[in-house]
């Protein structure tokens, strides 16, 4: 029987997760240390929000609203973590300057957390698909930046990318639309090869498309064919 690979996008990436899950459980651990902070009571919440401003009862509150928008992978999640995150560091590094010094560790600690998880969201790769006007995962192989022959519909490309999941073509007015299957020839090693290949990304640079049922040899041939193109530019290089 034939191996036959479908090629998958990660839904969402575990640090993803693990990080938005942490977000809507942020409230619940931030309100149990204020009350000890403060030697409160935990049901007496009122006690609590009237010792805290308003902009500190929002930062304890809004990380739930922004741990869902980034785990249903919504593009006001994506917005409203940035603007947080800008916020709090802002205000963590105020914290640092202005209040005793047992405050000023745990506001270091939000500071560069805040830092961290900004310079990871702003990355292309885990961005991207808060801002499609369709669903998309996030990619789960490495895409090399190698060229090889591709003709669709009597056109010829060269890939700007390749994977043995895909490939990345420069194409700017595309006809065709996102999930639809198309025919394809990719000639890699002088050898032609014709296959399906499924539309998953069209955006103002080109298209991504992703190998439909391939063999577990096409798998290697194309595994083989990007290691030699790596090996070969690395010396030339």
Do not use: H
């Not at 609590?48 to 902009?55: A, E, G, K, P």
């Not at 595309?174 to 394809?184: L, N, R, Y």
Request: proline share 4%; with cysteine; charged share 20%.
């Amino acid at each position: 029987m034939r191996d036959l690979v479908k090629r998958k996008r990660v839904a969402r990436p575990l640090t993803l997760i693990a990080f938005g899950s942490f977000l809507v459980c942020f409230p619940l651990f931030n309100y149990v240390n204020q009350i000890l902070i403060f030697n409160l009571s935990f049901l007496q919440p009122l006690s609590l929000f009237q010792r805290m401003s308003y902009i500190e009862i929002l930062f304890l509150f809004i990380p739930f609203i922004i741990g869902l928008g980034i785990l249903l992978v919504k593009k006001w999640g994506w917005w409203l973590f940035l603007i947080y995150s800008v916020f709090l560091i802002i205000y963590n590094v105020q914290t640092i300057i202005f209040k005793p010094v047992f405050v000023n560790i745990s506001a270091l600690a939000g500071t560069l957390f805040g830092i961290g998880a900004l310079l990871y969201f702003i990355r292309k790769d885990i961005s991207a698909p808060y801002f499609k006007m369709y669903p998309r995962g996030w990619r789960g192989q490495v895409r090399n930046p190698i060229e090889a022959e591709i003709i669709i519909s009597d056109q010829t490309f060269r890939t700007k990318d390749l994977s043995e999941s895909g490939f990345f073509i420069f194409w700017t007015d595309c006809p065709f639309d996102p999930k639809q299957e198309v025919d394809i020839q990719l000639e890699i090693d002088k050898e032609k090869l014709k296959m399906k290949v499924g539309v998953v990304r069209i955006d103002k640079n080109g298209v991504g498309m992703a190998f439909r049922n391939i063999t577990g040899e096409f798998r290697d041939k194309i595994n083989f064919f990007v290691q030699n193109y790596e090996i070969t530019n690395s010396k030339i290089n």
